[in-house]
């Protein structure tokens, strides 16, 4: 029956591996957010959610092709460097291409579930004494020096799996949205997901671009500091932010992202840890959508920009929630007091209601 889910890899003739290993990621809803259009006054707003892939997250994407990549390459060992995601995602595709994972996360500061998941795949879990960055450094040193064969965003696999966010989105819209909002971490995902929009434009599949809109946590705010204060890129040496997939201080594709938001008209925009915190709730508690920190940066974003008059309620926004909310409990639970336990009687429970 495999063959009948709907994957990325019905995209296969626009990838540039053959499909290897696979978990039937991608085929993601699109959600029509008509509670919060009310609520916000915005014309079309849709989430495209990537928290229905296979691990979670929208990485499941960049590792079917770059795992399927390294098997084709004979790679016995892959690593990364990784916030969570990444982690959780790499491990489960070497699980299921039979080989090793060596994932670098920094000590402390991964959301539970996710490392979890990096541990039941089976990947060997290093933490180091550092942040993302500085895990991402030893990586890359390690595939150069040791041959592991390396598969964060700067691998250009990952991207090409990645970039069928774009694919997806024109397919289930049957239009180029005006606006495409998403959290922005090391680049990467803003970078892929402009290249499937460009792809499809240069094939004359479509006939016009989004603008691409890149938010960050105030923290951890390189790309989007540099944007609004136009100035060159620099980078930020300790980042902070409780949305801790995207506390990363030196992005590695900035450049990349960078032209995607230039090209594309769009801009960046920073946002607050209680922003975030806030949209997180909105979006689950208006829509029923219970995404990550990170992910619900990307509505935090859009209303600012809403309320500061930056973008047109007119126009159409799809925000790409990028992780499931299960992954990260903990920021849930930490700001909740659960209500002593009540007699099991129907009075006990009609007191509490009234
Ligand atoms: N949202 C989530 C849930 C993420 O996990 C990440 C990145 C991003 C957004 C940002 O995407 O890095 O392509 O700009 N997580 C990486 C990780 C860094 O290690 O899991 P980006």
């Known amino acids: 029956f495999d063959g009948n889910n709907i994957t990325l890899w019905k995209y296969e003739s626009w990838l540039p591996v053959k499909k290897i290993?696979?978990?039937?990621?991608?085929?993601?809803?699109?959600?029509?957010?008509?509670?919060?259009?009310?609520?916000?006054?915005?014309?079309?707003?849709?989430?495209?959610?990537?928290?229905?892939?296979?691990?979670?997250?929208?990485?499941?994407?960049?590792?079917?092709?770059?795992?399927?990549?390294?098997?084709?390459?004979?790679?016995?060992?892959?690593?990364?460097?990784?916030?969570?995601?990444?982690?959780?995602?790499?491990?489960?595709?070497?699980?299921?291409?039979?080989?090793?994972?060596?994932?670098?996360?920094?000590?402390?500061?991964?959301?539970?579930?996710?490392?979890?998941?990096?541990?039941?795949?089976?990947?060997?879990?290093?933490?180091?004494?550092?942040?993302?960055?500085?895990?991402?450094?030893?990586?890359?040193?390690?595939?150069?020096?040791?041959?592991?064969?390396?598969?964060?965003?700067?691998?250009?696999?990952?991207?090409?799996?990645?970039?069928?966010?774009?694919y997806e989105i024109y397919d289930q819209l049957q239009k180029v949205p005006d606006n495409v909002v998403l959290p922005v971490g090391n680049a990467g995902n803003i970078s892929a997901i402009w290249k499937g929009f460009k792809e499809l434009y240069e094939a004359g599949v479509i006939d016009k671009l989004p603008r691409m809109i890149g938010i960050q946590a105030e923290g951890a705010s390189p790309l989007a500091k540099a944007w609004k204060e136009k100035r060159k890129f620099k980078p930020e040496k300790n980042p902070e932010t409780l949305a801790t997939a995207i506390r990363i201080g030196n992005p590695a594709n900035w450049e990349k992202a960078w032209r995607a938001v230039e090209e594309s008209g769009g801009m960046f925009e920073i946002v607050s840890d209680e922003e975030i915190l806030k949209a997180q709730r909105i979006l689950a508690s208006k829509e029923g959508l219970f995404v990550e920190p990170a992910s619900a940066a990307s509505l935090a974003g859009l209303i600012k920009l809403l309320n500061e008059e930056k973008v047109d309620r007119d126009e159409s926004f799809v925000l790409v929630t990028t992780g499931h909310g299960l992954k990260d409990p903990d920021i849930v639970l930490r700001n909740f007091k659960l209500p002593e336990p009540i007699e099991p009687t129907l009075d006990a429970f009609r007191r509490v209601i009234e």
């Not at 979670?56 to 060992?77: C, I, P, Q, Y």
């Not at 500061?109 to 879990?125: D, H, P, S």
């Open 21 to 166: 290993v696979s978990l039937n990621e991608g085929g993601t809803p699109l959600y029509r957010l008509n509670n919060l259009e009310k609520i916000l006054g915005v014309k079309e707003l849709y989430a495209k959610n990537e928290g229905a892939n296979p691990t979670g997250s929208f990485k499941d994407r960049g590792m079917t092709v770059g795992v399927s990549k390294a098997l084709e390459l004979g790679m016995k060992r892959v690593a990364c460097a990784s916030t969570g995601n990444t982690s959780a995602s790499l491990a489960a595709y070497a699980a299921k291409a039979g080989i090793e994972a060596y994932v670098l996360v920094p000590s402390g500061k991964i959301a539970l579930g996710k490392l979890a998941q990096a541990i039941i795949y089976g990947a060997k879990v290093i933490p180091i004494k550092g942040n993302f960055d500085d895990a991402l450094r030893v990586v890359i040193e390690a595939s150069e020096e040791l041959g592991i064969y390396m598969l964060n965003s700067i691998n250009p696999f990952r991207l090409e799996g990645q970039k069928t966010i774009a």
